[in-house]
C-alpha cells in the first residue's frame, strides 16, 4: 500500500515538472531528463524562479 503512494507522489512530482516546464516555453522531457540525475523537487524550484521565453524564434537575416 505504501508504494502506491510513493509512485503517486513521485507520479505528481514529474507531471508538474512538465507542465511547468511546457508553461514556460521550455522542453519538457529536457527537464524530465536532468531530473533523473538531480531532484525533481530542486528542478521545479529552478524552473519556477526562471523566466518565460518567447513562443517562435525569430530568425535573423544576415546582410552580405
Known sequence: MEWIFIILIIGALYY???KLA??????????????VL?????LIVVLALMSKLQKGKKSKKRKK
Do not use: D, Q, T
Open 16 to 18: 508538474g515538472l512538465y
Open 22 to 35: 511546457e508553461s514556460k516555453n521550455r522542453n519538457p522531457w529536457n527537464w524530465i531528463a536532468l531530473s
Open 38 to 42: 538531480v531532484s525533481p523537487i530542486i
